[in-house]
């Protein structure tokens, strides 16, 4: 297989085999970054799908390809600009490893012999088990694992079909708790894209979250807009990320203290009642309780436990607080950390709740009213059993679905039978801990269908593979943006699906219609599934097929006002202190500290975070992008480093504490921005398939060195940096 470059990929030319051919480019293109001067070319307003944030773009196809993609500057959610992975979409559509045509495995799961099928043959053998699937177990012996824009036709075909169990690793493994946290405090998630005015804060706090290496578009550039206004930046870190280095307060915390370090903080302030009195007073009820809970976590209590020192930990409490309301304390968006990081993030909606940013200028705005129904004269979901025992019953404040309470039933049969899996665009063996588990529950099952673009390793374990076109090649479900205004964005094909691949508004009609639904896709194609929502809405879909993105006027109100005033869906309306509702459970009903394990001689906490020019483990592929970043490193500090033995550059290996070693190799990377007693390294990496070509076997996957994980007994999340590993130098 030869190497493809940026360049070398113009010279792709045909290969056979079930997985592989490839497509013909222009010829005329000289680079991704050039224009051919063809005032000609066909100009398709679209929206990305290399990451969720969904920026709007433009494609410019020649002759039938698409040439060259662009930001859309209607877009909310990139305002014209691309991120890196944005701007390698190319990389994605001419992937020549690209799953090409239906196959059926005749061979063992995780070992499969593939067969070339039609569409015909592979929807008929999906329809036929899972018709025998419902009639042995109920329709409720079937799940859905969903990550991208096109999950949302197989969930409307799941529905159909009788199951309530979708689920999406971004809930348990992500951005879950912090969901939680915040609901149970003001009655409403944090929003996704987040509700943060960074452009309008005067001080903001991140905790482990790495802004800008995540490329979250609209995002970093109102933090830059901010900062250069002059807001103050404190990050609280175990290591200097970029953002970081931008900061006024780096605060080195060490690992799983960060919940001492927000009691000190909130402590400070209502001791020296630096809260916001007046926003309290008419929006919040518990004040005196919690109080009263955090008068052990003194400053210098949390500096044992954190290694801040306690003047420090005074002096942003008190800046924080001299900056209210216009101030942001943020917990990132992944925050599935130690299995507490429900009560994790209840401190950080405390904090921002005391100092009065919920609905304030450059704090967390109310986000725009506004929707759009779905298509219309559908007709009704079928009900579900009543006796059926809920698989998330022991989190009784999951928000959703949690992935590993699917993987247990499909093992245990408890509290009742999972005996199929539709997985849509989720590598479950790089975004679930505890590989060995999954691959259990896979033996277990009658059916698992996977639908993708790229044989990613979850692909093997297949039963049937359904290849998606890319999202340059298909309309989808429309993108809803609640910003400050009201967006609406559209997703319709640059050029026509190519090989055999197909759009899941298809895949799915199709099988609905041989297993006896197609009453719930009446659709012609997918643009007629759009059109029809938008007429629903009121919006004109030949203005937003020509601009690709519309605002919807008469939707915003961000910030509070006589006349604009909150509403909090809490049991008391109000935002909430001090929890009954966590307390009738059995719950802290403020957080409470509690010290987790730390690493043991000579073994590392393994942390890790995201790389802006790769989205997990979806565009390690991407020829664009494995140019740049072709692999993973270890960071490790320098003093750690010269300790081992160890060269900046040396191949090394991993091993966690059940005594399970790496089967990859990884790049230590020599640094004085990182703590001694940890490891960092980028997530996605470590590819365990050999269809792609260029993934495969780079690196150390995170998620393959997990000998634990700590679930989080509010709501079912997966604490994954429980974890500890040791160096192994090579030879």
């Not at 990050?235 to 009691?263: C, E, F, M, Q, Y």
């Not at 009704?380 to 022991?394: I, M, Q, S, T, V």
Request: glycine share 10%; charged share 25%.
């Amino acid at each position: 297989m030869p190497r493809f470059t940026r360049r070398s990929f113009l010279k792709i030319s045909g290969a056979a085999s079930i997985g592989l051919t490839a497509a013909k480019v222009p010829q005329t293109v000289l680079s991704w970054a050039e224009e051919t001067g063809n005032e000609e070319l066909k100009k398709v307003p679209t929206f990305c799908e290399l990451c969720f944030w969904n920026c709007g773009l433009v494609a410019k196809v020649e002759n039938g390809k698409v040439i060259k993609v662009d930001g859309n500057p209607l877009s909310e959610r990139g305002r014209g600009r691309l991120c890196g992975r944005g701007n390698a979409a190319l990389g994605s559509l001419y992937d020549p490893d690209r799953l090409k045509f239906p196959l059926i495995n005749t061979g063992k799961r995780g070992e499969p012999r593939w067969k070339r099928a039609s569409w015909d043959e592979a929807l008929g053998v999906v329809a036929g088990k899972l018709q025998a699937i419902r009639e042995k177990y109920g329709p409720e012996a079937v799940a859905l694992f969903s990550h991208g824009t096109g999950g949302a036709f197989w969930k409307h075909l799941l529905k159909a079909y009788g199951s309530p169990y979708y689920t999406a690793p971004s809930f348990a493994q992500c951005r879950g708790p912090r969901d939680v946290g915040f609901t149970m405090t003001f009655g409403t998630e944090l929003g996704s894209p987040e509700f943060y005015d960074f452009s309008e804060s005067r001080y903001i706090v991140l905790l482990g979250c790495h802004l800008g290496e995540n490329a979250h578009n609209s995002q970093v550039q109102d933090l830059i807009h901010g900062l250069n206004k002059g807001a103050k930046l404190c990050v609280v870190d175990p290591r200097l990320s970029n953002i970081a280095g931008k900061a006024d307060h780096w605060l080195p915390i060490r690992p799983a203290t960060d919940l001492a370090l927000l009691l000190a903080w909130i402590r400070v302030i209502v001791n020296e009642e630096l809260y916001d009195a007046e926003y309290l007073k008419a929006y919040a009820m518990g004040l005196p309780e919690l109080k009263a809970a955090v008068q052990d976590y003194t400053p210098e209590w949390a500096e044992k436990e954190t290694d801040i020192p306690a003047a420090t930990i005074v002096n942003v409490a008190r800046e924080l607080a001299a900056h209210k309301p216009n101030v942001i304390i943020s917990g990132g968006r992944f925050s599935a950390w130690y299995g507490d990081d429900a009560q994790r993030s209840r401190a950080v909606a405390l904090l921002n709740a005391l100092l009065g940013s919920w609905g304030r200028p450059g704090g967390i705005y109310l986000p725009a009213s506004g929707k759009v129904p779905e298509y219309p004269g559908l007709p009704e979901y079928p009900e579900h059993r009543e006796d059926l025992p809920a698989l998330d019953g022991a989190y009784p404040f999951a928000l959703s679905q949690t992935t590993t309470s699917i993987r247990t039933a499909a093992i245990t049969g408890e509290p009742h039978p999972i005996k199929g899996w539709l997985v849509y665009g989720c590598n479950l063996m790089k975004t679930m801990p505890d590989t060995a588990e999954t691959i259990k529950a896979i033996n277990n099952l009658d059916l698992l269908v996977a639908i993708d673009i790229l044989p990613a390793d979850i692909v093997k374990w297949a039963d049937v593979v359904l290849p998606e076109c890319t999202y340059l090649e298909r309309h989808d479900t429309l993108s809803l943006g609640k910003f400050k205004e009201f967006e609406v964005a559209i997703r319709q094909p640059a050029i026509d699906p190519m090989w055999e691949s197909k759009p899941s508004w298809w895949i799915t009609k199709e099988l609905g219609k041989k297993m006896g639904l197609e009453a719930y896709f009446p659709w012609k194609d997918g643009e007629e599934y759009l059109a029809k929502r938008c007429e629903a809405a009121g919006i004109s879909y030949a203005e937003l097929k020509e601009k690709g993105v519309v605002k919807v006027p008469g939707t915003s109100a961000p910030y509070i006002t006589p006349l604009n005033q909150p509403t909090f869906e809490t049991p008391s309306g109000k935002i909430e202190l001090h929890s009954a509702q966590l307390a009738e459970k059995g719950f802290d009903p403020v957080p409470r500290y509690t010290q987790h394990e730390q690493a043991p001689s000579g073994f590392f906490r393994v942390l890790f975070g995201r790389s802006p020019l790769h989205t997990f483990s979806r565009t390690t592929n991407n020829f664009m992008l494995t140019d740049l970043t072709p692999e993973n490193s270890v960071w490790v500090s320098a003093v750690k480093g010269k300790e081992l033995g160890l060269r900046d550059g040396d191949y090394v290996r991993l091993e966690n504490q059940a005594g399970y070693k790496s089967p990859g190799r990884i790049k230590v990377r020599l640094t004085q921005r990182l703590r001694p007693d940890c490891v960092y390294m980028v997530h996605g990496f470590g590819v365990r398939s050999k269809g792609m070509t260029r993934a495969d076997n780079k690196g150390i996957g995170d998620e393959e060195m997990l000998a634990k994980y700590t679930i989080d007994p509010l709501m079912g999340g997966t604490g994954m940096r429980s974890n500890f590993v040791k160096i192994v130098k090579e030879g």
